[in-house]
């Protein structure tokens, strides 16, 4: 069976279902091939940072996101070591375009909401891409399910272990050494946690504490794996008692933080390494191509010391809307390939510096947050710990933009 199609989206994550959304609301028609079979919620939640509200805003969604999350007024670092706070960041403070908005959003209840906004039929489930071919200028998507789709417009968003990402010619994104677990914990009667971000940081590991809402927690661990893990990796109780002695060991961690992983739903894939795309590669490798690009975590795969990887996917969304939108309905365009692809070529320069910056400041803040180094440990102790959070809201003082 054979189908043409002229935007075709790889993957419902958040790049894919905010591009679909934006295109969309300038009146352009896509499909989202997403190989599960539904919407895929791993991670529970990440914390949406302002740079990622003006972005939900630009999409029409951010008041339904802000109806059911809490909006933090701070970010607390402790020492992992001392118990004691690091440093302490207000969150109400002025950005360059407006005051900062921080909240920790369930990624379920995210994609939804963009599903939700999006005409029925858009998202097409169980439909893998297993190899790409070119005809012409036409884009020949052969499915898992012997069918064939010609593209006129390939986008991928097909995640970490991108196929168009592949065959753009990117190079495979890199092991940081360090792997990650989280979960999400309920508390039917209140969680009695306050609006803040608390990050655990040192002896070796990286822990936050976010509330989402008034009755959910979310929580995060990140570690360097060694063979003193011993079977951690075999099951979900394993991990979580692995996390809790680690936290309940050698560091100081309230017990309200460790009740909040002792009482937590945890994915069935305990844990997960975490993978970056190299910033060279990024300055030099084909982000498009043609009539194909790539976007989100399958443009720039990065460590989640910024909690930016969401947010920067929700960017990608609108920015690739807005330039393939113009492509298609802006004065004298027509959606023909030259029309594309400069399109295409447009948001690939928009966005490539945006990424480099994001990925090496995620990589170097998670190199010092997790050092065991005595030396970096009392430069982060003394003075790091608040350049670092203030960094992280740097980062995010960002706009993408309208569509």
Avoid at 48 to 76: C, M, P, Q, S
Avoid at 123 to 149: P, Q, T
Avoid at 209 to 218: F, G, H, K, N, W
Wanted: with cysteine.
């Amino acid at each position: 069976m054979e189908a043409v199609e002229n935007i075709v989206i790889a993957g419902a994550g958040l790049a894919g279902l905010a591009t679909a959304l934006g295109l969309h609301r300038k009146g352009v028609r896509s499909v989202v091939l997403e190989s599960s079979a539904t919407l895929r919620a791993s991670g529970y939640a990440f914390t949406t940072w302002t740079n990622a509200f003006r972005a939900l805003d630009a999409l029409g969604v951010g008041d339904k996101i802000r109806e059911h999350h809490l909006r933090y007024e701070r970010l607390v670092a402790f020492s992992a070591s001392t118990g004691e706070a690091a440093a302490t960041v207000s969150l109400k403070m002025q950005g360059k375009s407006g005051p900062h908005e921080i909240r920790c959003v369930k990624r379920n209840f995210l994609l939804e909401t963009l599903e939700n906004e999006l005409p029925e039929g858009t998202i097409r489930y169980s439909s893998k891409i297993v190899a790409i071919e070119e005809e012409g200028n036409v884009k020949v998507l052969h499915m898992a399910d012997g069918s064939i789709i010609r593209a006129n417009v390939l986008v991928g968003c097909d995640g970490v272990n991108s196929v168009v990402a592949k065959w753009l010619g990117l190079p495979k994104p890199i092991l940081s050494s360090r792997s990650a677990t989280r979960g999400l914990a309920e508390y039917p009667e209140g969680h009695g946690f306050g609006p803040e971000m608390l990050q655990f940081i040192g002896q070796g590991f990286r822990s936050g504490v976010l509330p989402c809402s008034d009755t959910s927690v979310y929580w995060n661990y990140t570690w360097y794996p060694s063979p003193a893990d011993g079977d951690a990796e075999e099951s979900v109780a394993k991990m979580r008692q692995h996390v809790l002695a680690k936290l309940s060991g050698a560091a100081r961690i309230p017990a309200e933080a460790l009740d909040v992983i002792e009482r937590s739903e945890m994915s069935e894939v305990v844990s997960s390494p975490l993978r970056f795309r190299s910033p060279l590669a990024l300055v030099r490798g084909s982000i498009s191509r043609g009539n194909v690009c790539v976007a989100g975590d399958a443009f720039h795969p990065m460590t989640p010391e910024l909690g930016q990887g969401g947010c920067a996917a929700l960017e990608d969304g609108v920015v690739l809307a807005r330039c393939l939108g113009e492509a298609f309905v802006g004065a004298g365009n027509d959606g023909g390939y030259a029309c594309v692809t400069a399109a295409l070529e447009k948001f690939a320069g928009e966005r490539r510096w945006r990424a480099v910056r994001l990925v090496t400041a995620a990589y170097v803040v998670g190199f010092v947050q997790q050092s065991s180094n005595a030396a970096i440990k009392f430069l982060r102790e003394k003075f790091l710990s608040g350049l670092l959070a203030k960094l992280m809201v740097d980062m995010a003082d960002f706009d993408c933009g309208k569509l």
